[in-house]
């Protein structure tokens, strides 16, 4: 998001559009530090971490905006449903910004038209500005998200590193903090090209360490992950997965089949960590690249896989539409809690019996995988066909 705090107080008020704004406690004292400047004051000199008392030296008629934390925290909220829509692969990386993995649910040659309908309806929605980045990896999307601001959409592809990449100074490169800045401008690097020639990485490692050599390193290549981690942060919000058919899919069986399958991994990660989630959502892609997706809710939470299965089943038998075959199936589970904060609700309907039963055997379970010292024995999905049979790698992209 461009200018992220600025934007959301423009947004609620429009008055406030145009004009030089900075985003600090605005205490009698002026001690107080600029959370975010807008664009329009920044070119007198105004920035963040900047005390409000030196702001206004340089910026007399500067307006300062009290900071609305809560009012943040739903427009980043708001925004991350938006991305959710697109795609279930979604990795927060502050309340400001986050990663789209949307390999699946877009074709190459679409990807620029699927950045400005972000970009559009980011603004209409939500009155809020931003850039975006297009890459192969998380590094150089957030590497060129950066090149263009406010409202720019940047491709940067790795055989262009070293034509738009490396002449950027070496502070401007992600990783490099103001410790580090200073050392590798000691040793004369003072781009990032200058690092991703540097010919003495023993030095460098001697300075700077062997993890941060290795990982500017490649960065300076253009070498980062292109894992996005859905659950990442401590605060587990969601688990998902997706899986893409190599070939137009018209066969529900093998749909079912595939969704069966997703339903298994989410569960088993649930159990994993011991979770349990209340929502469970399911996307469909068809070949004409619609994106639809539909999420239940329930009453107690669940990580068993054959209520799971059993939900995504009545999803799918409920919306699919059946004029256009299938590319990708998604799975996700998401407002997720610890196991043991589970205080199930039952029913005048719900059998105590049959409750007391699971319990039992998930119970047993627990016993035999500590016995065997890891996770050897899970829940499934019965199915006529042994899911045993089943490859994944008839898919062209593997799970995550």
């Not at 934390?69 to 708001?78: I, N, Q």
């Not at 502050?94 to 074709?107: A, M, Q, R």
């Amino acid at each position: 998001m461009n200018c992220f705090f600025v934007s959301c107080e423009v947004a609620e008020n429009p008055d406030l559009k145009g004009k030089k704004i900075a985003v600090a406690p605005n205490g009698s004292d002026r001690k107080g530090i600029i959370l975010a400047a807008s664009y329009e004051a920044r070119p007198y000199g105004v920035k963040s971490a900047m005390r409000v008392s030196d702001a206004l030296r340089k910026c007399p008629d500067l307006i300062i905006v009290e900071p609305t934390m809560g009012l943040y925290g739903e427009y980043s909220r708001k925004f991350f449903e938006y991305f959710l829509k697109i795609t279930p692969l979604v990795e927060p990386a502050s309340i400001d910004e986050g990663y789209l993995d949307v390999t699946d649910v877009c074709e190459p040659s679409e990807i620029m038209n699927l950045a400005y309908k972000i970009q559009k309806d980011l603004l209409e929605l939500y009155n809020l500005p931003c850039s975006i980045g297009i890459a192969p990896n998380k590094f150089l999307a957030k590497m060129a998200s950066d090149m263009k601001k406010p409202l720019g959409i940047t491709v940067l592809r790795k055989r262009e590193v070293p034509e738009k990449l490396w002449p950027l100074p070496i502070g401007d490169m992600i990783g490099v903090g103001k410790k580090t800045l200073e050392t590798l401008t000691a040793i004369g690097i003072k781009t990032i090209g200058d690092l991703a020639n540097y010919k003495d990485l023993n030095l460098l490692k001697e300075v700077i360490g062997d993890n941060n050599t290795n990982g500017l390193y490649a960065h300076a290549h253009g070498i980062g992950s292109n894992e996005v981690d859905v659950n990442r942060f401590n605060d587990v919000s969601s688990i998902s997965n997706s899986q893409t058919f190599d070939h137009d899919e018209y066969d529900v069986t093998k749909m079912k089949l595939l969704m069966k399958l997703l339903t298994n991994t989410i569960c088993n990660r649930l159990e994993k960590h011991s979770l349990k989630a209340y929502n469970f959502t399911l996307q469909l892609k068809y070949n004409n690249f619609k994106v639809t997706s539909k999420s239940t809710t329930l009453k107690n939470p669940t990580s068993d896989s054959r209520k799971v299965y059993k939900l995504f089943e009545d999803i799918f038998d409920d919306f699919y539409d059946t004029s256009f075959p299938l590319r990708l199936i998604g799975v996700a589970a998401s407002k997720v809690i610890e196991a043991h904060d589970e205080i199930k609700q039952l029913s005048i309907f719900d059998s105590l019996e049959e409750e007391q039963k699971e319990v039992t055997i998930d119970n047993l379970i627990k016993i035999i995988n500590n016995e065997v010292g890891s996770i050897a024995l899970k829940r499934g999905i019965k199915d006529d066909e042994s899911l045993n049979n089943v490859r994944t790698d008839k898919f062209d992209k593997s799970s995550r």
